[in-house]
């Protein structure tokens, strides 16, 4: 999907609203998880899958399906798809003063518990939500 978004962006479909502009958007259903950490696990999936995207060669898979050959197509894929790029991103965070442990970072901040001390309760509530 991000392969084909990046793909997208840098080769836009010619249509008559104008330039490709998509919108993007999360959907979850949280029923044995935190909702926070569920949605920050998330986006750490969305930007390294995109990260991936960006790394293809895009050479090499346009000419692999110019000339209709899959393996060699799934090869150029794999290849971008198959690197780590939990360092990359760690280094972007960390540049753009986040932290490195989204996750950890998280649960050391007890940002839910303060949260919930602060928050009456209303009504008989299901689940963690």
Same mark, same amino acid.
């Given at each position: 999907?991000?392969?084909?978004?990046?793909?997208?962006?840098?080769?836009?479909?010619?249509?008559?609203? $104008?330039?490709?502009?998509?919108?993007?958007?999360?959907?979850?259903?949280?029923?044995?998880?935190?909702?926070?950490?569920?949605?920050?696990?998330?986006?750490? /999936?969305?930007? $390294?899958?995109? /990260?991936? /995207?960006?790394?293809?060669?895009?050479? /090499?898979?346009?000419l692999a399906q110019e000339a209709n050959d899959t393996m060699m197509a799934f090869q150029a894929l794999r290849r971008a798809y198959n690197v780590d790029v939990a360092p990359i991103l760690a280094k972007a965070r960390v540049e753009a003063g986040g932290a490195i442990d989204v996750l950890a970072t998280y649960r050391e901040s007890r940002w839910r518990e303060r949260k919930a001390q602060e928050r009456r309760p209303v009504g008989l509530g299901a689940g963690i939500v």
């Open positions: 999907m991000f392969n084909e978004l990046v793909e997208a962006e840098l080769h836009p479909p010619r249509h008559p609203e $104008g330039e490709f502009r998509p919108s993007y958007m999360i959907d979850q259903s949280h029923n044995v998880t935190d909702p926070i950490e569920s949605m920050l696990s998330s986006a750490e /999936a969305i930007a $390294g899958s995109f /990260a991936k /995207a960006l790394l293809v060669d895009r050479e /090499a898979l346009h």
